[in-house]
């Protein structure tokens, strides 16, 4: 994933295009990777980013548009041979698939033309297994690249008498077991824990994302070392925390574009912690599977809303700011690490569907169709939160959700939002259990989530339709490099 | 898949092979056609089976292995310029789609050309969003298919009051939304009860399939055309049935391989059916991924166990009659449905993890790296009951799974089974709820599913590891022509 990755550029360190569409840094898929690196990687908003974006773009797009799992779509700066002209070669690529299959099927002269000109070619169904993300770098995977398919948060409570030596033994096989699992060439020999269950798949763009509660510093004596920024979360008055379902000494989360990979990760995890640390909670998510839709856009919500479009892009001046902690901050341990703020924010669908479209868009204040500002234009264009009707009212209505959640609204605080649907079944009452694992970003909750979900709560019209039911604050620290395991610098500092 | 269906071969009427990584039958991807045209059928076993299969190779690799979603699919000798013999009228509007793709493909000079010489092109990650497989066919849709990568199961029971008229319309209101969620080109504007959760996506080889459960009956007045195969399944010493997951007046089984796509196609008809009928239970599962190995092969379950290599295959001779209720059967409504048995089997997987990996293959009787049974060979090599190894024991041992379940063990009593796994998190005591959300599919259970679960019960090895909590049996009538709706001719008969 170096090639996405520009010094000093304040491009994300792991790779981030890997997922679905993109099959770079995999030495096992040719196929994909030529598509890859012809068509420059990519996903959402390439053409509309780019010319800003340099090499990081297609990073930039993926997480701007963090659930977009679409297929293959070319970014006209990063196409090595492509004409660089007005002309969105995002529409081309948005239908990659479409384009080549046209030169296949033309076959003869029409293939080989396509071929020639060089970004037709489809990315490739085996890519979806191949592709993988890096375990190893200075930031842990699973926050900067798309989210993945298939989606489980985990938390651990130390078992009695852990201590940090038997913390530290965990983070070990727990990094070492992810290191393998997450490998191009995962190892055809099953290795201890594994049941075999992805015993012929994969990696499928698995990551596996370590964090502590504040609950872990106290229980290995590491007091000293408990960052200011974990402090609890406030209550707010809409919660309805299930507090067996909150919080935890540990945290994972884990991603693979395959049902059955995630799994087995997941059981692999919780083997290798067994007489160490017990589950606490456990959640399973879901978004958009590669390839599902041809269409290049962000992903929606069980609400059938777009969301995403407003997250922060890794090409925004103060992206790195926003959601790492610096290379010097405090504490040192977490440099390059992030803050996870993690809800389990249920959806009342039924009441939600029973809004006329009109209505639903009123409260979020975008187009449901397109994604588009009820103030104009398309998806990506920037809300005009003071833009008046004709008839004097506002475009975007004063409780509408995205105005409430602007930064503009918030002395500029935001969050890089990377979160799962999850869907437990239809209760005896017929409603679902259904809504999103929400899981935001930051370098400091308290210019995140904690200011945004202080004004939300409340004063969004969006919010009488969702309920919090659980949540956490992890502190994630920064990646691993080779031989080492996630969290060293804490439990060896 | 009318190209693989041959006159009087037994081979079902449904496509087959249009799930995941075959886009037969798909007007809108032309690349995944002309992928498939050219590489010739390649799903699961194809290579090992397909001197023998002729026509019917696709189809039968793709339901022999049930759950293998592997790369391109089609069929060499499905091209509709071969030997096809007569044209049923079936085939022209129950897989009309099939045809022309194919045709396409193969009928130009440079299909033939890439025919020859295209055995590499991958097929396109798009085709898993643009795969359709018709609603309408002498067969309801997603019994012959192979599982998709997310799968719903949904039991309602008609509210008190509804009665034959108002069941009609509710399987006419479900049938019309199917037939229009699953259409190839969706529609783009939002239809009833449309939440917009899919509105970019799929159809992603979305099937939705329609049962009656006994109680169906004697709700709706029809106790006259009630099958003496829906008579109750027995008690099985064995099973731990919650009777609130269990049986309902009306089944549905939903697949796809887009998660938003089989939610929302969850939720619009749970909403057509207000006020006629209310969801009984509901259940969520899964299977491998379009695309997750590059290995053609059986998919595993959460024991990691390759689980499906036994199923009947097309071509056998009686595969027909083994699955399918005759066209000339009783009752004459049921004709070209077929009997479905649903159970929830929770896998014990803690104590089957803690089994030593040869022990777990004797309790099956194959060897859970690549299924080979253990009186050798490779997967789909003939189980030898009868060899002894040099110590003079059984290679297959005599409560092994694969022997008590054989159709030698049980009169030739066989089904065709379709499960999805399930995961519903794990509980507070550390253990996964996690198995099989186990679909048998036969002609008649007491040819079926009741003999070989009275043998397994309790003689099966295995079953220490399982535990069976939920059951329900339905009659699902044929597939809907144009114009009509599924069980039409039961309601209106």
Same mark, same amino acid.
């Given at each position: 994933m170096s090639t996405s990755e520009k010094a000093g550029?304040?491009?994300?360190?792991q790779g981030g295009a890997?997922? %679905?569409?993109s099959a770079q840094g995999?030495?096992?898929?040719p196929a994909a990777r030529s598509a890859a690196g012809r068509k420059g990687?990519?996903?959402?908003?390439a053409a509309t980013d780019g010319p800003a974006m340099g090499q990081a773009t297609a990073e930039g797009s993926a997480i701007g548009e963090a659930?977009?799992?679409?297929?293959?779509i070319g970014d006209r700066k990063a196409?090595?041979?492509?004409?660089?002209?007005?002309?969105?070669?995002r529409r081309l690529f948005g239908v990659a698939g479409a384009a080549g299959a046209v030169g296949l099927v033309g076959g003869g002269a029409a293939g080989a033309a396509a071929t020639a000109a060089g970004h037709h070619d489809p990315v490739a169904l085996t890519t979806v297994g191949s592709a993988h993300i890096p375990f190893e770098g200075a930031r842990q995977a699973g926050i900067v690249q798309p989210a993945q398919a298939r989606g489980h948060l985990v938390a651990f409570d130390l078992a009695p008498g852990a201590d940090r030596r038997a913390a530290a033994a965990l983070l070990r096989r727990w990094s070492d077991a992810v290191r393998s699992m997450t490998r191009?060439?995962?190892?055809?020999a099953p290795a201890?824990? #594994?049941?075999?269950?992805?015993?012929?798949?994969?990696?499928?763009?698995l990551t596996v994302t370590f964090g502590f509660g504040r609950s872990f510093f106290g229980r290995t004596g590491l007091g000293s070392a408990?960052? @200011?920024?974990?402090?609890p979360l406030p209550d707010f008055p809409g919660d309805h925390l299930d507090r067996t379902r909150s919080d935890g000494d540990l945290w994972v989360q884990i991603g693979a574009d395959d049902a059955l990979v995630a799994f087995h990760a997941l059981r692999v995890l919780q083997k290798a912690a067994r007489d160490t640390a017990a589950v606490r909670w456990q959640m399973n998510g879901f978004s958009r599977t590669p390839g599902a839709t041809a269409h290049p856009m962000t992903g929606r919500n069980l609400m059938g809303q777009i969301d995403g479009t407003n997250n922060p892009k890794p090409?925004?001046?103060?992206f790195e700011s926003r959601v790492f902690v610096p290379a010097? %901050?405090?504490?040192?341990?977490?440099?390059?690490g992030s803050y996870a703020v993690v809800r389990r924010i249920r959806m009342l669908l039924d009441d939600w569907d029973h809004l006329p479209v009109a209505r639903q868009e009123q409260v979020i204040?975008?187009?449901?169709?397109?994604?588009?500002?009820l103030s104009g234009?398309? @998806?990506?264009?920037?809300? #005009?939160?003071?833009k008046f009707r004709p008839d004097g009212?506002?475009?975007?209505?004063?409780?509408a959700h995205i105005r409430v959640a602007a930064p503009a609204s918030n002395s500029g605080a935001a969050m890089l939002r990377r979160s799962f649907s999850y869907h437990d079944g239809i209760g005896a009452d017929g409603v679902p259990d259904a809504g999103l694992l929400f899981v935001a970003w930051q370098a400091d909750p308290m210019r995140g989530f904690v200011p945004v979900q202080r004004k939300l709560d409340?004063?969004?019209?969006?919010s009488r339709f969702l309920r919090h039911e659980a949540s956490g604050l992890f502190a994630v620290p920064g990646g691993a490099g080779p031989g080492e395991y996630v969290g060293q610098r804490l439990l060896e500092g």
């Open positions: 550029s304040g491009a994300p360190a890997g997922t %679905g569409g995999n030495r096992k898929a990687s990519a996903r959402g908003k659930v977009a799992h679409d297929s293959a196409a090595p041979s492509g004409p660089a002209g007005g002309v969105s070669r191009a060439d995962r190892p055809a201890a824990y #594994d049941d075999q269950v992805a015993y012929d798949a994969g990696p499928a763009s408990l960052p @200011e920024a974990l402090a090409t925004d001046p103060d010097h %901050g405090s504490p040192a341990w977490m440099a390059g204040g975008r187009r449901k169709s397109d994604g588009a500002p234009g398309t @998806e990506t264009t920037p809300v #005009d939160l003071a009212s506002l475009a975007i209505a004063g409780d409340g004063a969004d019209g969006l």
